[in-house]
């Protein structure tokens, strides 16, 4: 998948080329799904992975607000989150904000060393 971004530099400008070749930003996925680009990469993602993409990101967004890891207990919280974002088209801003309102984020609880 990391090929689809070739095409972008060390601080994210765009370049055709390096060291005077062209950019080969076309790869392959485990599934045997084949893409020339990053725009070809992306749909293939919502077409065929866009459920997997979405709980994937769910998982990571929600590991992070947390700072721990996703539970078995957290299943119900997953799924309640990728349902919201799935109600508003899946944009990104209500992702952020259906982690923040949810139950595990609101009860956290920071010990006072961590709090320093």
């Known amino acids: 998948m990391g090929f689809a971004f ?18 080969d930003a076309s790869g392959s996925l485990v599934r045997g799904q ?12 919502v077409r065929d992975m866009g ?3 979405v709980k994937n990101l769910t998982e990571n ?7 721990r890891g996703v539970e078995y207990s957290d299943k119900p919280t997953v799924e ?3 349902r ?10 209500d ?11 609101q009860k956290m609880r920071v010990s006072p060393k961590e709090a320093q």
Do not use: H
């Not at 084949?34 to 993602?45: I, K, P, S, V, Y």
């Open 34 to 45: 084949t893409f020339q680009n990053l725009a070809e990469l992306r749909n293939l993602l």
């Open 95 to 105: 992702l952020i904000l259906a982690v923040c309102e949810s139950v595990p984020f």
């Open 80 to 82: 309640a989150i990728m």
């Open 61 to 67: 967004l929600l590991t992070y607000a947390l700072g």
């Open 6 to 23: 070739e095409n972008y530099d060390a601080i994210g400008r765009w370049r055709d080329q390096e060291k005077k070749l062209p950019i």
């Open 51 to 53: 459920d997997q993409f």
């Open 84 to 93: 919201k974002a799935k109600a508003t088209g899946y944009r990104f801003q």
